[in-house]
T-cell receptor, first 116, second 114 residues
């Protein structure tokens, strides 16, 4: 079965611009989480969506937002880009919710965002 | 609150030698524990997980990990590494209830030399 698909793989943006990243989870997975990965900070949790609702949120400024559609596909948006937003953005999908045993995440390959 | 400490940022080892990547966690409640591997320019892939039961967990690619509750550790081991095991390894902890979000360690870079 298809894995988690993230598009685009690479992006170069200018400071002040905005960007939208897309994630298609594994079929049947209703939970989609987003992480920012940088060499200095490691993996930092951005937010999680479950059945179109934001269920959890990390400690990122309001410039970072996301949404989930009825088919579980998710997008994240970053407005007013800063140089420090340069990172690998990872999407992870999971079956988790309610009493389902944790199977762990399935990650996409990420979107490498460079802000210049 | 839960946290994860991966004690070594980098572990160099020769091919066919054994390796142990260390992970310690702190949590006030019972935990689920995970190890993930990240190859260059890729996302993370689940290696193994501990939910309950046997404290020795076997995963993919010949890796195994042992849950030690008294030492709050979940070290990852492989008896004989290959060049292809060169990657970044992440330990993660999650509480059974409440938020479904795991906390990740900072990662350990395993470098296998020929």
């Amino acid at each position: 079965k298809a894995g988690v698909t993230q598009t685009p793989r690479y992006l170069i943006k200018t400071r002040g611009q905005q960007v939208t990243l897309s994630c298609s989870p594994i079929s049947g997975h209703r939970s989609v989480s987003w992480y920012q990965q940088t060499p200095g900070q490691g993996l930092q949790f951005l937010f999680e969506y479950f059945s179109e609702t934001q269920r959890n949120k990390g400690n990122f400024p309001g410039r970072f937002s996301g949404r989930q559609f009825s088919n579980s596909r998710s997008e994240m948006n970053v407005s007013t880009l800063e140089l420090g937003d340069s990172a690998l953005y990872l999407c992870a999908s999971s079956l988790e919710g309610g009493s389902i045993s944790p199977i762990g995440y399935t990650f996409g390959s990420g979107t490498r965002l460079t802000v210049v | 609150a839960q946290s994860v400490t991966q004690l070594d940022s980098q572990v160099p080892v020769f091919e066919e030698a054994p390796v142990e990547l260390r992970c310690n966690y702190s949590s006030s409640v019972s935990v689920y524990l995970f190890w993930y591997v990240q190859y260059p320019n890729q996302g993370l892939q689940l290696l193994l997980k501990y939910l309950s039961g046997s404290t020795l967990v076997k995963g993919i690619n010949g890796f195994e990990a042992e849950f030690n509750k008294s030492q709050t550790s979940f070290h990852l081991r492989k008896p004989s590494v290959h060049i292809s095991d060169t990657a970044e390894y992440f330990c993660a902890v999650r509480s059974p209830g409440g938020s479904y979000i795991p906390t990740f360690g900072r990662g350990t870079s395993l470098i296998v030399h020929p």
